[in-house]
């Protein structure tokens, strides 16, 4: 794409009431916009790698049998009242609001509910299990405080999916799948190696639950790390379990930390509260086990801006980039330089790689400035100079310092 | 897919408190879920057809120059203020809920506020335009009666674009384009030839607006055709305009019919409530030129329903089918059926052919209904008779009778 194009415009001020750095940087480079604390809206830049966020989860739940729904946001109270959790004392993040004759309704901010009532209409039989299902959808939490930027949102997108088992043995299968469907996901997605699988206390049907917390300067949590065992303890169960569960490892060290997802096994509780059976193959009638595994893709996109950004700006991964590849035109009005980059240019999209192509009209301190605030992996630089070199200038956004390879150079690199 | 793993069933009668054609037929067929009146979850054939919808439209919004973004369902009373519209005398389909310090917020049943608002950060000079940008995303409008299946959602996605101009010409050429853009998507959904551009009455800035209402046997609209220009006049509009204004004809005929898009002219009522303006190339202070161009994606779907389904069931175009093929093994246990059916449902995927494969162990009566009512445009039979015969049998789904063809002759039909 043609950055002349690109209607955003990055900004040197962070704005003056956002004071997480997540969003501080996302709204200084054009990715997204407030409109409310815990509300942001997703511009071009902020949607495509939002999108790619969510494609790598969406395959990632496909592989383990995930099949994918949208739900719907407005909640019908009857349905929550048969688990008691319309409640505000039970439920104290509820968003409600009215039909014109007023019937409360809710905004949803999970979905156990209104997928296990749905269910009943369509599993009834062992043959018909297990299920899992998954949706990219947008919940709403009337967060009493919001000041983690997209990392706490009021309104947000999950990706939230449940299991349907036929006995607690299958929903343990299927939990510690997802385990490791989890830990892939972050780590495609570039925060691997600083997010740590954390017991935490689980509900009624099982003591633990599993969370997935990210290391950083910043988070709302906090954990205790097993350095060799890479694994951790949330901060709520460490009195019940002080010690590394797997090796016995006493020296835990105590780190800041954003959850970036939590799986759950929630047993018969809402399979019991909707009366969602199945008949065995004996001809019996058994109650189903769920589980539940959810992450907030928002959530995700803030962690990776706050673990790899540096004191210049964003650090995308290639992975989740909105464009791969930030080519700058330094040429001045037009002449070689410039048709050499307009060259460049199309190879590179006609090879499939997103380019990000800046051919404004701007000093190159400004270019650059806009270029490391924006953070895409790879940028590449033609100038008079380059030209006559019969180079193009490349740098990672990692690295300091920027080299003079040949085209076919590049095309290797980013091809 | 195998449909023995896709969760949803079918069922024969139609849920009671349905009276909408669409929503029954979807129902059946276990594409969505009614949670209330108005208010509809999408299952995984449900949301593959919004998926093609959507990406159809998307390609469309990006040929015209369209950057897509997602702006926010919570919405800002401040902000709907600046144009009177937070008044619930003025806006009667509000759906309003609170914060817990109870700052009233809205949920978006349009966005030209959030939006004219956001642009003020991007949009200074004349070199930022024009700028066209949308979305799609989920709206929520409070609407007193919602009997119309998914055709009027309470809850529901659209798509939304708007469009900033430099003066009233540029926006007019703008408005031109669409015209032809919405007309080019119609037809690559399946209802163009059922679709009349038509005249309808504008607001402050246009004496006109341009609905697109597709002939339908139940829409809540009525229009006014002349059957010469392929054009029509909306009920409101008939009595300033009795005659087709493209070649004077007087012969209009009158259909029922709904509205599956329309675009609408604004002028600059909304850049100037939000001091949204821009810079000349004299210097001078300007306003902005703005137009709305909204499609709802589930009416969209809603009518593609009502216009092709036939008497028993759902008959989906090409375009936006859920799968392609609907390949059904009447193979009882293993044998030679089975394993044809095995191999074609292999070789149709790995030529990238979407197939819906019922291997299910059931009646072919039964197959064939469930067939009829899921609607995929073309159904494949194996059974003893067709893998004898060394041939398929093939039917659409809009024809009476099959005929035995061979693989080869199938995979130019279907790839």
Redesign the interface.
Known sequence: MRQ??????T?KEAPKDEVAKNAELLIRA?YI?K??AG??????L??RV?NKICNIIREEMNVV?G??????????KNIWEKTGRWSDVVVDNW??????NDTE?G?GFTHEE?LTN??R????SF??LP?Y?YQIQ?K?R???RAKSGIMRG??FLMKDLYSFSKDAKALDEFYQLMKDSYMKIFSRVGIGEKTYRTLAPGGSFSKISDEFQTVTGSGEDCIHICEKCRFAINDDYIKLQPTCPQCGNKELKKETSVEVGNIFPLGTKYSEAFGLQYVDESGLKQPIFMGSYGIGIGRLMGTIVEVLADAKGIVWPESVAPFKVHLISLAQGGGDAKNAADALYKKLTDKGVEVLYDERELRAGEKFADSDLLGLPFRVVISDKTVKAGKVEFKRRTEEKSELISEEELFKKVG
Do not use: C
């Not at 099949?67 to 019908?76: H, I, M, P, R, S």
């Not at 968003?95 to 014109?100: A, H, M, N, V």
């Open positions: 002349s194009k690109l209607f955003t415009k900004r054009g916009h409109e409310m509300v942001y809206s997703y511009l071009p902020g949607l939002l049998g099949q994918e729904l949208v739900l719907t946001a407005l909640q019908d968003f409600k609001t009215k039909l014109k309704l905004l209104e749905l269910m209409d369509h599993i009834h043959r018909d299920v299902v947008t709403f009337n967060e009493a009021r309104e």
